[in-house]
């Protein structure tokens, strides 16, 4: 039909019939699985009609969601599905409706960057595969030292100011495994999956020195600021983050008792401290 020829952007003045390689080929390549298996599933009798949310390439280069539903209405001599009937539904405002939703309540509005929430699931998720593999993970916690300062000192726009300039810095430096989330105020987390002891103090450090090399731009101007940072490895004795926050936590403190700008370790094995050069 003419609507269903707009559905996947074709031009029904050119052509009112499509066919499956050409409708597979215009599909995007992760969702073409997806179809392959909504079909499996509705023909082994495991789900009563053909559905599937399913992207495909529109004439301009962009890409449209459709929800697409099918029955068998005829088969062949030998049982098997010879013919179907079915609809396509353009459903890309309901997706970009459901990813708003999903973005408002994962991300914290003000940096932009994972919220508490989102980054304490990311933890879960860790802490199960490294029981699974038995592979290294470890947990920085970050703290702006003396951030109350800057907003008493500069108002609460610079300190939001600096709160932004931070997460970016963070973001720009971290793998594309790792995870970075603000968890309250001036307190932030990095989770840094295949990385071990001696791997997470190295990049804590050296994360350390690019903050206090790197002040923050304001309408105030530059404002420099330093961090604190506890360490904690996950542990195969772990059976929730519970006891990975609390000794990154313990670590944070050690580190903010002794001075500031520093790095703490909260295990067992390895250094217990960095001091920042004078």
């Known amino acids: 039909s003419r609507q269903g ?109 994972p919220n508490r929430r989102h980054f304490l699931e990311a933890m879960e998720a860790e802490l199960l595969r490294t029981k699974r593999s038995g592979r290294p993970a470890a947990l920085l916690m970050v703290d702006i030292d003396h951030f109350k300062n800057i907003n008493d000192t500069y108002g609460h726009a610079v300190g939001d100011t600096v709160l932004r300039h931070f997460s970016r810095l963070a973001v720009k430096h971290l793998r594309r495994i790792d995870h970075f989330g603000r968890l309250g105020g001036e307190e932030f987390a990095l989770l840094l999956p295949e990385t071990n ?20 731009d304001s309408t105030k101007g530059t404002i420099s600021f330093t961090i604190s940072i506890g360490i904690a490895l996950f542990e195969s004795t772990d059976a929730a983050t519970d006891s990975i926050l609390a000794r990154s936590d313990a670590a944070l403190y050690r580190a903010k008792e002794g001075g500031r700008n520093r790095v703490a370790n909260g295990h067992k094995a390895g250094p217990l401290e960095t001091v920042p050069e004078n």
């Open 5 to 113: 020829m707009s559905v996947l952007d074709l031009d029904a003045s050119e052509t009112t019939y499509i066919s499956i390689d050409q409708f597979i080929a215009r599909l995007h390549p992760d969702d073409r699985p997806v179809r392959e298996q909504a079909l499996e599933q509705y023909f082994s009798g495991k789900a009563p009609l053909y559905s599937c949310e399913l992207r495909v390439h529109c004439r301009d280069g962009s890409w449209r969601w459709i929800l697409a539903r099918g029955m068998v209405v005829g088969h062949a001599p030998d049982g098997k599905p010879q013919r179907m009937i079915g609809t396509h539904a353009d459903i890309s405002e309901q997706k970009k409706v459901e990813a708003e939703l999903i973005h408002l309540a994962t991300t914290d509005p003000l940096t932009e960057v």
């Open 197 to 216: 002891q001696a791997g997470a103090w190295q990049f804590a450090d050296r994360f350390r020195r690019i903050v206090a090399e790197t002040p923050a």
